[in-house]
């Protein structure tokens, strides 16, 4: 897989990475901060050395507690009053629910009927007024403009916002921190807001480390825009990874064109055997989002050989019965 060069774009995100060092102070007394677990076997079966981000042990089991702290800690006094609002099939909607019961903020979150039922769940038990809608973009999107229309809540975006993504890049900037010498950082893209967050730090801290992303092939809408240079609408998917199902925002695409260095695929097979090897391996619980870069170096062993990669792993919010029954 060649790298691709970087572009310039006159309307290119204000985000460096002064912008996460910022948000990194205001959320350090509010977040995890996750260890990097390494396995030995997992190693010597990629021919590489693999350090891995545990994202999915931060608060409401996934990064995105980061850029939801970040954003609502960005509010003004009069805004918080407000509340929030969003949509998300999930982990999204968990941190901003969290994060705004920490905070003492109404939290108004939209999920599709056929969101995974612990993430539904965990909204609920956070004290997040859910609206259930159809599993439609365009379901979403109405029904958080009837809901802010009615409340006056503040919209948190789940990705394309330069405060969700400061707020991930935190992630990104622990990794640094905790593992040295990495030749490769990687972490699985969606929507973009790690990706974009984690690219801005990397970048920012060395220029010569390269970003790499890592996409199911049966939602590769990144991976075509990336190649294409235009933003590209995603597809219908039944991926197993549920949470890359989302297309970019025009701020993560901007990003990600500006500093990342290559999106990869995988298949549906390979991230079901990463899955079930970090499971074995690390002894932590995934989702199967999480496992998307790992399934990446396991179908391109050669280009990663002898090469120490950082992973973030993004998220441990399983719906278990789906695998167990």
């Not at 060092?21 to 050395?49: F, W």
């Not at 809901?147 to 991930?168: C, H, K």
């Not at 219908?236 to 990600?256: K, Q, Y």
Request: proline content about 5%; hydrophobic content about 45%; charged content about 15%.
């Amino acid at each position: 897989m060649p790298y691709i060069e970087n572009w310039t774009n006159k309307n290119m995100p204000t985000l460096d990475l002064s912008h996460i060092l910022a948000a990194a102070e205001r959320i350090k007394t509010h977040i995890h901060y996750t260890p990097v677990m390494q396995s030995h076997t997992l190693n010597e079966l990629c021919g590489c050395d693999l350090f891995f981000k545990c994202e999915n042990l931060q608060k409401v089991g996934a990064f995105k507690f980061r850029g939801a702290m970040n954003a609502l800690l960005s509010l003004t006094e009069a805004e918080k009053k407000q509340g929030v609002a969003t949509h998300s099939s999930g982990n999204h909607a968990a941190g901003v629910a969290y994060a705004a019961k920490l905070l003492g903020i109404p939290a108004y979150i939209v999920m599709p009927k056929n969101a995974p039922e612990t993430k539904k769940q965990a909204v609920a038990y956070y004290g997040g007024q859910i609206t259930f809608c159809e599993p439609t973009l365009a379901a979403r999107e109405q029904s958080l403009a009837q809901i802010t229309q009615q409340t006056g809540a503040i919209f948190i975006p789940p990705y394309n916002d330069e405060r969700i993504i400061a707020g991930q890049g935190t992630a990104a900037l622990e990794l640094l921190q905790q593992t040295r010498h990495l030749d490769i950082v990687m972490a699985p893209v969606g929507g973009g807001g790690l990706l974009s967050g984690a690219a801005i730090t990397v970048k920012g801290q060395n220029p010569n480390l390269k970003v790499i992303a890592a996409e199911p092939a049966q939602a590769d809408d990144a991976y075509r825009s990336f190649y294409s240079g235009q933003l590209q609408l995603p597809k219908h998917s039944d991926t197993i990874a549920d949470g890359l199902r989302t297309g970019l925002g025009d701020i993560t695409f901007a990003v990600i064109r500006q500093h990342v260095d290559a999106i990869m695929l995988c298949s549906e097979a390979a991230i079901k055997q990463a899955m079930l090897l970090i499971w074995q391996r690390l002894k932590v619980v995934i989702e199967p989002s999480s496992a998307v870069p790992l399934a990446v170096i396991l179908e391109n062993k050669p280009f990663f050989t002898d090469k120490r990669i950082g992973i973030i792993l993004t998220g441990g919010n399983l719906d278990l019965a789906n695998f167990i029954t």
